[in-house]
């Protein structure tokens, strides 16, 4: 499991603390206590590489260790870079709702015979006790052969303890036909256009 240190964040303005590599931040939950945090800004962007925000993190340094969601990450519209953090304290036994990445995995027939598979989600909400979490849910497209074949929310093999959130019948991926390419537009003779402009002309000023 994934630690990640903080601290009591102190009276200090949020862009002071940016400007010494911290990060500010806060945890609350349902039976936790809501508090103002401040994390090492690097510290933070490695784990939330690897952990996203499906896996449980634990932060160290608040009197005992605490397991936690990344719940929500605000990022500078100019440097994409994170800004502030919140973190959502869990208990182990209480089922939370969290978005899954989904990853693609295996290879199309239906590809190999020239159509496209159109991914629709990249993600999926699931219900499930935050210590078993998965990381991410393999979509498996190897059973994609044909044109219109599609693969739904309910095709899904969930790990145990994992439930679908929202309707079964949701589309994850189907397989189109490539669309044909259009006729090109017939080429235009530029010079010939510039002689009958320039022949006009001419005509008009012998008028």
């Not at 739904?152 to 929202?166: F, Q």
Request: aromatic letters at 2%.
């Amino acid at each position: 499991m994934l630690t990640l240190s903080v601290e009591t964040r102190p009276k200090t303005k949020a862009r002071v603390l940016r400007r010494a590599g911290k990060l500010p931040g806060v945890v609350y939950g349902a039976h936790q206590k809501t508090a103002a945090l401040v994390i090492d800004s690097r510290q933070f962007e490695k784990v939330l590489r690897e952990a996203g925000e499906a896996t449980i993190v634990t932060l160290s340094g608040l009197g005992k260790e605490l397991p936690v969601l990344i719940h929500e990450v605000d990022l500078d519209p100019l440097t994409n870079k994170p800004r502030h953090v919140d973190f959502y304290a869990v208990t182990k036994g209480q089922k939370v709702e969290v978005a899954i990445p989904l990853e693609y995995v295996g290879e199309s027939p239906a590809v190999r015979a020239g159509a496209n598979v159109v991914k629709v989600l990249h993600e999926i909400e699931v219900e499930a006790d935050p210590m078993n979490l998965p990381h991410q849910i393999e979509v498996d497209i190897s059973v994609l052969a044909t044109i219109d074949d599609q693969i739904r929310a309910s095709d899904l093999k969930l790990p145990a303890g994992v439930a679908l959130v929202g309707d079964p019948e949701e589309l994850l991926a189907l397989v189109q036909a490539v669309a044909e390419e259009t006729a090109e537009a017939p080429a235009v003779d530029i010079a010939n256009i510039e002689v009958e402009k320039k022949g006009k002309e001419e005509e008009a000023q012998e008028e």
